[in-house]
């Protein structure tokens, strides 16, 4: 069996080391190539895109793929909408690999907003020094803001990007020690963050609760209609050894 993981994600090169220690499954993960130095999963690596999906279903194809596992990043919507497209076209299994979100607990002082575009109009109010870490590609959402913006992502950021801006060049799993320092050290009186839900950014979170300070929190997009999910590694990994894959 040949299993195509769209991956990027920690929970991508977990399933790819769970396959590919299992035996009898051939991986391959295909990586956007966006991070210049990525982690690299076991098994084959591909980097870079496909072409949309006609390009997605000819490689799948050409490949003898049986079955396409999207563990993307919960927001690389473009790809799961691809990826569901193609694998219909080459008439392939997909599932997607979904962590589940975070979930608020008392103390939080959240606003959940649809876009980097509403938490942009959403900052009004809120705090004057932004903690930002939605990853570099959205910057453009936030040019035209006011505010102060520490933003944090592991590779160099490019304009357009807001006026008054730090960069913070790092990479998680990140401390909730550490998370309470740069938020003092800062003075940050807002963040602003995308649900991701991963536990290695969860700190943040706790951290900015702690200070009583808000957070601006973008919605993750739904997973394209008909496709099945797993919250785990473990699940998908278990839904290629039930056969589905």
Known sequence: MHVLILGGTTEARVLAGLLHDAGRVRVTSSLAGRVAAPRLPA????????????????????????????ATHPFAERISFNAAAAAATAHVPLLALRRPGWVPVEGDDWHEVASLDEAARAL????????????????????????????RSVDAPEAPMPARTEVLLDRGPFTLEGERELLARHRVDVVVTKDSGAAA???????????????????????????????SPGGAAAWVRAGRG
Do not use: N, S, Y
């Open 124 to 151: 009004d109010g809120l705090g004057d020094r932004v903690f930002l870490t939605t990853g570099r590609m959205g910057l453009a959402a936030f040019a035209g803001c006011p505010q102060w913006f520490l933003v």
């Open 43 to 70: 098994g084959e690596v591909r980097i870079g895109g496909f072409g949309g999906p006609a390009g997605l279903a000819a490689w799948i194809r050409e490949h003898a793929v049986d079955a396409v596992i999207d």
């Open 201 to 231: 950014t969860a700190p943040k979170l706790r951290a900015a609760r702690e200070a009583g300070i808000p957070v601006v929190l973008v919605r993750r997009p739904p997973v394209p209609a008909g496709v099945p999910t797993a919250a």
